[in-house]
């Protein structure tokens, strides 16, 4: 126990290296460039108001709902609208007025003009937009895999870049989907449950013309690392990717951005600073670069006297 110790120990002292550099993606956090930044926007009941007091979108509970967006250079230049059409007859499964369309507007400051509107698909779709920090790698997820066994992705001027079609399965019960986006590639995750809560899931990888792209392996789901720092919240570009061994053993590998392996056959991964995993690997767990050079390692055994 006391090696597992004396790791977190020089983990924090590498931290407060890593911390000393920024060459995070966020490390906007800690500049000193604040007249780019403001005036601050701040989420204001289902609105946005700025640090000065004035509402710069009032509030709308029930049509429109509201979030801020920072570029890739984290300044607070965009707000994304989020307008939904509800149904007067048909019923959700929380016997709420069923939502049966949605529209995307992207604002762009200065002056909150409309920079880009999406109008998406109704016929009681679920559907979501997933924002990074550039417009042109920004997307809109269309789910239809409960009623009819699809799923479709659009960009941010409503062409459609990727519609799969699933082979038919059981009634489903429930049904969700997120998205991945990298450099070089993008991933779908999806799960589908039956009526009895059985999931069957699968990622989809695409490059940026919407066309299938193979990585190492057939991975089972993918998504972003990202770490806590000083009370900071930073996403990388790392990706862990999890791989079916055995019916009840997973392993993974860490992805960069252009979908190559770093990292493989991992049985754990924790993400804690700049290109640093704390993992188990075989027998052996401790801290590991993005290289795959071991700065702490010890056996997966030490300390069970303990």
């Known amino acids: ?70 570029d890739c250079e984290g300044r607070q230049l965009y707000v994304l609208a989020e307008e939904r059409t509800y149904s007067d007859t048909l019923l959700d499964g929380y016997n709420e007025p069923l ?19 999406v109008q998406a698909p109704g016929n009681q779709t679920n559907c979501q937009i997933f924002l990074d920090g550039n417009l042109d790698k ?20 409503g062409g459609l870049l990727v519609e799969k079609q699933l082979e038919p399965y059981a009634e489903v019960g429930q049904a969700y989907t997120s998205l991945c986006l990298a450099d070089d590639f993008l991933a779908v995750n999806y799960y589908i449950y039956d009526l009895d809560y059985n999931c069957t899931s699968g990622v989809d990888v695409y490059d ?25 919240f930073f996403e990388t570009k790392y990706y862990c990717a999890t791989y079916q061994v055995t019916p009840d053993k997973e392993l993974c590998d860490i992805l960069d951005s252009q979908g190559q392996v770093l990292l493989s056959g991992l049985r754990d991964v924790n993400c804690v600073g700049p290109g640093l995993f704390l993992v188990e690997d075989g027998f052996s767990r401790g801290l590991v670069n993005d290289k795959g050079e071991w700065l702490y390692q010890e056996s997966i055994f030490d300390g069970l006297e303990d």
């Open 99 to 117: 939502v049966i369309a949605k529209k995307f507007t992207v604002y762009e400051n200065p002056g909150w003009r409309i920079l880009k509107q």
């Open 1 to 70: 126990m006391r090696k597992w110790i004396i790791a977190f120990s020089l983990l924090a002292a590498l931290l407060g290296l890593a911390g000393c550099g920024q060459s995070t993606p966020n490390a906007h956090v800690q500049n000193n460039n604040l007249e780019e930044k403001l005036p601050v926007l701040l989420a204001y009941k289902n609105g946005v108001i700025n640090s000065e007091g004035q509402i710069i979108f009032p509030p709308d509970s029930s049509n429109c709902a509201y979030q801020i967006w920072q």
């Open 138 to 157: 920004s997307l809109v997820m269309v789910n239809l895999l409960k009623n009819e066994h699809k799923y479709q992705l659009l960009d941010m001027d």
């Open 208 to 232: 940026w013309q919407g066309q299938p792209l193979a990585l190492a392996r057939d991975y089972k789901y993918i998504w972003r690392q990202s770490y806590w720092f000083s009370g900071d």
